[in-house]
């Protein structure tokens, strides 16, 4: 089994509940990483409604940050349709709500592989070119221990926070695979798209950067191989700011988008 199958694993107790076991591995920041904990509730999701696997739209509230060790998704499906279903989940540990979502799923092969968009897929040197994370500077790695889940990398124009000179760009992007090599699947995408350090790393201001709610749309099954990730951000206002993502395959579709407000690094 892969690290990644083995972290997300749920397990059913009745009445919509699954159990699961939030591994320290991802933690970053205050807290455990925002997309692993989605992938949870993706997976709990996706057990519950076997014709209607993969999630097309998830928008996450996060409530309170999540710590290493026990934690229940509980699930309550609003609809649940010919081709569509809505579920409401909550991801909880004892008596503290981490995260509230409500989701669309459905079965993203029924419904066609058919991907038409006018976004631009993000131009990245060949892999080999690109600067790994595990380059990352010392405290980067020791303050987010999720990075040694991912084999991430980064565009060179992007890499410059790392060494104390940001592209001041509010763009990073990367090639970006699980590191024990499993492939990507539609609820792993929930994953890849909270992957990437925060693209406030980019304008200078390194640090955690939690996350409020984050909205996901996935589009299509992602082919076997590399991932092109691209965070981007236009706005900061009130202390908080957008950070909108892409994530293309390996054949050059677009599989996944998603938004989130967060607050800026202090």
Not at 26 to 38: A, D, K, R, T
Not at 49 to 70: D, I, N, Q, R
Not at 143 to 170: C, I, K, N, S, Y
Request: net charge negative; hydrophobic share 40%.
């Amino acid at each position: 089994m892969h690290e990644y199958d083995a972290q997300t694993a749920v397990t059913p107790t009745g009445d919509g509940r699954y159990a699961a076991e939030l591994s320290d591995g991802w933690h970053v920041g205050g807290g455990i990483n925002g997309g692993y904990l989605l992938a949870i509730i993706g997976r709990a999701i996706s057990e519950h409604l076997p014709t209607k696997p993969h999630p097309l739209s998830v928008s996450a509230y996060y409530l309170s940050a999540s710590v290493a060790g026990p934690a229940e998704v509980a699930l309550d499906v609003r609809r649940d349709g010919g081709s569509i279903a809505t579920v409401a989940a909550d991801l909880r540990q004892g008596d503290q709500t981490r995260i509230t979502a409500l989701a669309t799923y459905g079965d993203l092969i029924r419904l066609g592989d058919d991907v038409r968009t006018t976004a631009e897929e993000p131009h990245l040197p060949p892999v080999e070119e690109c600067v790994p994370s595990s380059l990352a500077p010392e405290e980067v790695r020791r303050a987010a221990p999720l990075m040694q889940r991912f084999d991430m990398r980064f565009h060179p124009d992007h890499v410059g926070w790392a060494v104390g000179e940001p592209g001041r760009t509010g763009v990073i992007s990367a090639w970006f695979r699980l590191a024990d090599g499993r492939e990507p699947d539609p609820v792993s995408l929930l994953l890849a798209v909270d992957a990437l350090p925060p693209v406030t790393f980019d304008l200078g201001m390194p640090g955690w950067a939690p996350t409020l709610e984050l909205t996901a749309h996935v589009r299509a099954v992602p082919a076997p191989g590399w991932l092109k990730v691209r965070h981007a951000t236009r706005n900061m206002a009130g202390g908080m700011f957008e950070e909108d993502c892409e994530v293309w395959d390996s054949t050059g579709r677009l599989v996944a988008q998603s938004r989130q407000l967060a607050r800026q690094p202090r």
